[in-house]
């Protein structure tokens, strides 16, 4: 929900930071594991691309960067958001990563096999 969440908010927002806080994907093995008690991990597509949530944050970063947002999460014990981690005093100092045209050709040929399989 968070990936969909950001997504949206890159285009119809057009915003220059992201800056996520207690949406950090990491579940406990026993225990409370949601706001609203014990639960189990948002399913994960049977896509091998989609199946890692570092990737997933990794490819949002990726995605704000191209068009101008730094994406940012505040500091927690752990995370599994791969964003830089800046302290709410620090959000003013947040840049995206370098255009992606900066960011090799590996993304771009990314981009490409995701419009191939329609994501």
């Known amino acids: ?67 101008g947002c730094a994406c940012v999460r505040l500091p927690t014990r752990e995370s599994r958001l791969v964003f830089p981690c800046l302290t709410e005093e620090d959000l003013f ?3 995206p990563l370098k255009s992606s045209a900066n960011l090799g050709p590996l993304f771009e040929m990314a981009k490409s096999e995701e419009e191939r399989l329609g994501y």
Not at 29 to 53: I, V
């Open 1 to 67: 929900m968070a990936f969909t969440t950001g997504y949206w908010a890159l285009h119809a927002l057009k915003p220059s930071v992201l800056a996520f806080v207690g949406c950090d994907m990491v579940y406990a093995a026993s225990g409370n594991t949601h706001f609203y008690g014990s639960g189990d991990p948002d399913p994960l597509r049977d896509d091998l691309s989609l199946r890692s949530l570092e990737a997933k944050s990794a490819r949002l970063l990726l995605h704000a960067a191209e068009v």
């Open 93 to 95: 100092r947040a840049v």
